[in-house]
């Protein structure tokens, strides 16, 4: 759940990358996040969280589509397989 901070709670870097793929993947049972979502749940600036999800885009991470995305396929299954930890 989202907490108030005076600083961002990921900026940044592959730093925010981990966290966006840890949300995505995370047990809420849901499973689409909006950007608008993820900016809010991680205090993350738009355009670092843009940059972010764009670079695990392209590197097959996660799937976008419009302003929704969320875990690829193979990078849940990795989670499933307990290969993505903190």
Do not use: F, K, Y
């Not at 108030?4 to 047990?27: C, N």
């Not at 738009?46 to 590197?59: F, Q, R, S, T, Y």
């Amino acid at each position: 759940m989202h907490t108030e901070a005076s600083e961002p709670r990921a900026s940044g870097g592959s730093r925010l990358e981990r966290a966006v793929v840890l949300e995505l993947l995370s047990d809420d049972g849901e499973q689409r996040r909006s950007l608008a979502q993820l900016r809010e749940e991680l205090n993350a600036a738009a355009n670092e969280l843009d940059a972010a999800v764009g670079a695990l885009h392209a590197a097959g991470v996660l799937c976008l589509e419009g302003d929704l995305t969320w875990a690829a396929p193979a990078a849940r299954r990795l989670d499933e397989l307990e290969l993505i930890a903190i």
